[in-house]
């Protein structure tokens, strides 16, 4: 600051540290926001869940289980017809 208040005006050197400076805090500034903005965007909690496949997989139980109840269903059908006949 004594730098600035000199009344010749601030060297060129020491106006050039001072804008260095500001400007490597600015970017390590943006090098932070950018990490956590990323991190923010990598966190998805859903994407690692099995909900979804674990849902998929009781569906595809329960169509199989309808499928047998119905295959059972007709072979009962044919039984009796043949000991019908």
Avoid: W
């Amino acid at each position: 600051m004594d730098e600035l208040a000199n009344p010749t005006g601030p060297r060129r050197e020491a106006i050039n540290n001072h804008v260095r400076e500001f400007m490597q805090l600015i970017k390590d500034i943006q090098v932070a926001l950018r990490d956590e903005i990323k991190s923010a965007c990598d966190y998805r909690p859903f994407e690692k869940c099995d909900y979804s496949s674990r849902i998929a997989n009781e569906i595809c139980c329960k169509k199989l289980e309808y499928v047998m109840s119905q295959l059972d269903g007709m072979k009962e059908t044919i039984d009796d017809y043949h000991t019908a006949v």
